[in-house]
Every structure is written in structure tokens, then in C-alpha cells.
């Protein structure tokens, strides 16, 4: 989804250029009192040039996976991205000790399909939620948020900038959510009202499949109530949609969120087809079916609908905010920095 595009894309489907001379003087007017076009010009092919340029120097994507442990935040990552990307992929044992205190680690792979790249890094936050006392847990993983706008930040004022910053900004915060049936926590409250307004928070229901289809739906009834109630706004918040189209989509996918998942890397044979699922006494837990779970729904938002959208929302809006205060306050820029900024 890209902002850019739509309205040019709106633009040439209510203005179509004249393509020969025979349609002279019944080009299309600008609707802004702007010039008739007598000819073709070419505006068109800002989409296809864009497209190329893309496929050349590829694109950054950065994902935050947080939960306590054992809710298959690795698996589902694999499985969103159909290859082996999550932390426990690249090498960290598997029957690594929980730490003491969250930390931070990342991995950074290198996707490509249809000829476009994508590096694509996943943060795993260790750590979160599974100590007895879990106070101030979300502070390292904020503190981390914050570092990667401060190093945009400085590449931007430099006086001899990169020509193209490299994107560490977490553009999405995937928060797993244990599957009680209940309510949420005290600390998922906490966590998401303290970094909604720094980074996309999108909430998901891990393990869906150990509730039955009503309790799930009334798990999520009750989750959009709670987060409600303490003000909690997750992605696509409301306040950024575009138009009434925009609003539209948006709310249809705010009514399923928060997203109540499976995640497998395992294949099954289910009806001839070689499917993605987890096997249970009971049969089948196909991924990827929508009555079984919403993991394609999750996918299809996340990656083929909103993923240049997230880009757009972190750089535009929490970006910019953390920007703007942190130019205002001056605190902590060097001081040749500093001189540029009040230039």
C-alpha cells in the first residue's frame, strides 16, 4: 500500500492524457484550473520507474516480536515468512536459560521474491514477561525503539549524509498475547499503552487453537474492550486513516483484531495437499485456512496490504515525533549537530 501511488493513480483515472493528435483540444482540464494536455506526455510511467528503482536497491523491513516465552513467536515468524529468518533459525541453541532481565537481539536476513529484495531484521526481546517481578520490563525494549530513531537522527544532520541512511527503526511490534480466555495482563496493559505512540503495535493471539471458536471470539471481544477502556491505540490507529475508503478497510480490520493465530513450519498431507499445520489427536490445525485460524489474515495485512503503510506511519508519524522533540530540547545532540539544527 502506497499513499504516493493511490493518488496518482486516482489522477490519471480522472484525467486520462490524450494519446493522439486527433483528441487535440478535447484533453482533459485539471480539476485545480491547470493546463490542457494535447498530447501524451508520459506521467504515467512514474509508477513503472519507481518499481524499477525498487528492484534495484530493495527495501528494509524491521520487525519486533514480544512475549513471554513459549508462545511460538519464533515459529510464527517462519511461518509468516515461509523461510527460517527468527532468531532460534541463526544459530542461538534452543535450549537456551530465559535471562534475568529482557535483552534485545536481532537477526538480519535477505529475502527475495519476484525479483524484489527485502532485508528483512527480526528483534526478539528474551526475556519479557517471564520473571516473577516483571516491573519497568517494556524500559529496555523502549530504550532500544528510541536508540534506532536517534541513529536516523544523526545520519540525517550530518553535514556529508549518506545517500542512502541505513533503516534500523522497528516498523512493526508484533505483541503475543497468551491465550487465557480471561483478560489481559496487567503488564500487556502497561506495555502497550507505554510504546503505542513510539512504534505499530499489532496485537495477536498466540496458540489460538487451545481455545474453542466462541471463547476465542469472546478472548477478542473482550481484548478490543480492554484496550479500549485504558486508551490503547494499535495499528491502523484511526487518526491516520487517509480518506473514507481508507477508514472503511481500516475498520473492518480493526473488528478481527487482535489477530488469534497458529503458527507451524511443519508440512501435512491433508486431502492430497501438502499443508502447513500442527497435528493434534484431533486431526489437522491447518495455518493457513481461515476457519481454522486468522493467520492468513494477519499475513495478507501485515505483508501484501499494509507493510509499505507501516513504513510510512513510523517514518511520518513516530519518527517525526521523536524527531521534533529531540531537535526542540536539544539533549544529548553534539554540539556540531547542534549548530546545524539551528540553521
Not at 199 to 219: C, G, H
Not at 240 to 255: A, C, L, T, V
Request: net charge positive.
Amino acid at each position: 500500500k502506497n499513499k504516493g501511488l493511490q493518488v496518482l493513480k486516482a489522477n490519471s483515472g480522472a484525467h486520462p492524457p490524450a494519446h493522439s493528435a486527433g483528441h487535440g483540444h478535447g484533453g482533459s482540464h485539471s480539476s485545480s484550473g491547470g493546463s490542457t494536455l494535447l498530447g501524451y506526455i508520459g506521467i504515467d510511467t512514474i509508477i513503472e520507474q519507481m518499481r524499477k528503482k525498487t528492484m534495484k536497491t530493495g527495501f528494509d523491513f524491521n520487525i519486533m516480536v514480544v512475549g513471554p516465552s513459549g508462545l511460538g513467536k519464533s515459529t510464527l515468524v517462519n511461518t509468516l515468512f515461509k523461510s527460517q529468518v527468527s532468531r532460534k533459525s541463526a544459530g542461538w541453541a534452543r535450549d537456551e536459560k530465559i535471562p534475568k532481565t529482557v535483552e534485545i537481539k536481532s537477526v538480519s536476513h535477505v529475502i527475495e521474491e519476484g525479483g524484489v529484495k527485502m532485508k528483512l531484521t527480526i528483534v526478539d526481546t528474551p526475556g519479557f514477561g517471564d520473571q516473577i517481578n516483571n516491573d519497568n520490563c517494556w524500559e529496555p525494549i523502549s530504550k532500544y525503539i528510541n536508540e534506532q530513531f536517534e541513529k536516523f537522527l544523526k545520519e540525517e544532520v550530518n553535514i556529508t549524509r549518506k545517500k542512502r541512511i541505513p533503516d534500523t527503526r522497528v516498523h512493526c511490534c508484533l505483541y503475543f498475547i497468551p491465550p487465557t480466555g480471561h483478560c489481559l495482563r496487567q503488564l500487556d496493559v502497561e506495555f502497550m499503552r507505554r510504546l503505542s505512540h513510539s512504534v505499530n503495535i499489532i496485537p495477536v493471539i498466540a496458540k489460538s487453537d487451545t481455545m474453542t471458536i466462541e471463547e476465542r471470539q469472546e478472548f477478542k471481544q473482550r481484548v478490543r474492550k480492554e484496550l479500549e477502556n485504558n486508551g490503547i491505540e494499535f495499528y491502523p490507529q484511526k487518526e491516520f486513516d487517509d480518506d473514507m475508503e481508507d477508514k472503511s478497510d481500516n475498520d473492518k480490520i480493526r473488528e478481527t483484531m487482535p489477530f488469534a493465530v497458529v503458527g507451524s513450519d511443519k508440512e501435512h498431507q491433508v486431502n492430497g495437499k501438502r499443508v502447513l499445520g500442527r497435528k493434534t489427536a484431533w486431526g489437522i490445525i491447518e495455518v493457513e485456512n481461515p476457519n481454522h485460524c486468522e493467520f492468513a489474515q494477519l499475513r495478507d495485512f501485515l505483508i501484501r496490504s499494509h507493510l509499505q503503510d507501516l513504513k510510512e506511519v513510523t517514518h511520518n508519524i513516530h519518527y517525526e515525533t521523536y524527531r521534533a522533540k529531540r531537535l526542540n530540547d536539544n539533549g544529548g545532540l553534539e554540539p556540531a549537530l547542534q549548530v546545524i539544527t539551528k540553521i
